[in-house]
């Protein structure tokens, strides 16, 4: 089975625009997860997608959002960015139920400047 | 809410040594999942061990094991026979075992970078 995929590996953006991140979950895999890495917060939860609803959320600002298709991918955004957003954007895929396993992509390496 | 602790921010191990490093958490659950997940250069986190807190007995996964203290809150990997590939950052996680809310996230604590020498 392929891993998770996360697209693209390495992103430049520069203060004001905006980003869009893509997570393929493993086959068969419908619960989705993003988190963002940074050396002075760690790993933190942004939010969780099933079956195409967001099911739980993180404490992070508005401008952060995201979205899951029909076939469990699922697409990060974050709008007007700021040079704090800089960070490794992790994304993990998981069967139905809390005792199982998250996988996680490579991650999104995301630079504002 | 949960929190992850751990305190030792770098280790060092000798190559065929074994090394212990340290994870403590604060929770008022009484059945949860505790991980330890592996972080190499490479930035893809691996999942290294799972212990589930009502199983008394340690996980043990080849040369990896724990030692879980569940009424001390502690939750400890122990590398045997330390090989150069095990160099990387180590994060230990905790999950709610209540799959409502946000009980399904992951947290994490700060990580410990483990370094192996020859």
């Known amino acids: 089975k392929a891993g998770v995929t996360q697209t693209p590996r390495y992103l430049i953006k520069t203060r004001g625009q905006q980003v869009t991140l893509s997570c393929s979950p493993i086959s068969g895999h419908r619960s989705v997860s993003w988190y963002q890495q940074t050396p002075g917060q760690g790993l933190q939860f942004l939010f969780e997608y099933f079956s195409e609803t967001q099911r739980n959320k993180g404490n992070f600002p508005g401008r952060f959002s995201g979205r899951q298709f029909s076939n469990s991918r699922s697409e990060m955004n974050v709008s007007t960015l700021e040079l704090g957003d800089s960070a490794l954007y992790l994304c993990?895929?998981?069967?139905?139920?809390?005792?199982?396993?998250?996988?996680f992509g490579a991650g999104t390496r995301l630079s504002v400047l | 809410a949960q929190t992850v602790t751990q305190s030792q921010p770098e280790m060092s191990v000798q190559e065929a040594e074994t090394v212990t490093l340290s994870c403590t958490y604060d929770t008022s659950e009484s059945d949860y999942y505790l991980f330890w997940y592996k972080q190499p250069p490479s930035r893809q986190m691996i999942l290294v061990i799972r212990q589930e807190a009502y199983k008394q007995q340690n996980a043990t996964e080849n040369r990896f094991s724990v030692n879980f203290q569940k009424a001390a809150k502690s939750f400890s990997l122990k590398i045997s026979d330390s090989q150069l590939g095990d160099a990387a950052m180590y994060f230990c996680a905790y999950r709610s075992s209540t799959y409502t809310g946000t009980a399904s996230k992951l947290t994490f604590g700060t990580g410990t970078r483990l370094q192996v020498t020859l």
């Open positions: 993990a895929s998981s069967p139905v139920g809390a005792k199982n396993i998250q996988y």
